[in-house]
């Protein structure tokens, strides 16, 4: 079944630590994105790819990075995780226009805590 | 600028009586428009999108959305919610610019159900 799975979904981990957050899509999409989500706040993106080599940084300053080895995985990294770091983080991906799908579609999230 | 504004933060509505979330948003160009439902810690689901054409879009959950160019408008509506139906709502925005296929979100509406 055509899905995508972020994992983990929960993690509490201590300042300065580097944490790797994985996403994986079997949509055969072209383009993933991240996006940032504080309760009762808008999703910000903060990264995204048109596929395989490609990174962007999107509209909300991040200290992540991500890339893009392969299609179907797009993993983002924080190299010393802070306190302000702590949220929830949204993987999607999407088809290009014009092949038939223009909407995002969302993984189940990754849930953030750094002490 | 581009932007979507969910007037109501949080609404509650009976079990069995109808429903209308209100979104506006503000899009240069002709604009692609979305409803999201989030549960608690899960990511986003697709309700119902709109394109072009019929401006009164049917979704899942029983769910449909009108289009209303001279307002800005594109708010979901349900004539019956259920219980189930308690979860965040988002509307999104996008159109074909640089990003291609980058979406704005309003900030959500919480949708809670009395019995």
């Known amino acids: 079944e055509a899905d995508i799975y972020q994992t983990p979904r929960y993690l509490v981990i201590g300042t300065g630590k580097k944490i790797t957050l994985e996403c994986s899509q079997t949509m055969g999409h072209d383009k993933m994105y991240w996006y940032q989500q504080d309760p009762g706040m808008e999703l910000h993106l903060i990264h995204y790819s048109y596929g395989v080599n490609s990174t962007e940084k999107g509209d909300l300053s991040s200290e992540s990075t991500v890339s893009r080895i392969r299609t179907e995985h797009f993993p983002l990294t924080l190299e010393s995780a802070r306190p302000s770091h702590t949220s929830q983080y949204l993987c999607a991906s999407s088809a290009y226009p014009g092949q038939g799908t223009y909407e995002q579609y969302f993984g189940p999230g990754t849930r953030l805590t750094v002490t | 600028a581009q932007s979507v504004t969910q007037p109501d933060i949080h609404i509650t509505v009976s079990e069995g009586a109808s429903l209308e979330l209100r979104c506006n948003y503000s899009?240069?160009?002709?604009?692609?428009l979305f409803w999201y439902v989030q549960s608690p810690g899960q990511g986003l689901q697709l309700l119902l999108k709109?394109?072009?054409?019929?401006?009164l879009v049917q979704g899942i959950k029983g769910f449909e959305a009108e289009f209303k160019r001279s307002q800005s408008s594109f708010n979901l509506r349900k004539p019956s919610v259920h219980w189930s139906d308690a979860a965040e709502y988002f509307c999104a925005v996008g159109g074909q610019g640089q990003a291609g296929t980058a979406l704005i979100f309003g900030k959500g509406t919480t949708l809670s159900v009395s019995s």
């Open positions: 709109y394109f072009s054409g019929d401006t």
């Open positions: 899009y240069g160009a002709t604009p692609y």
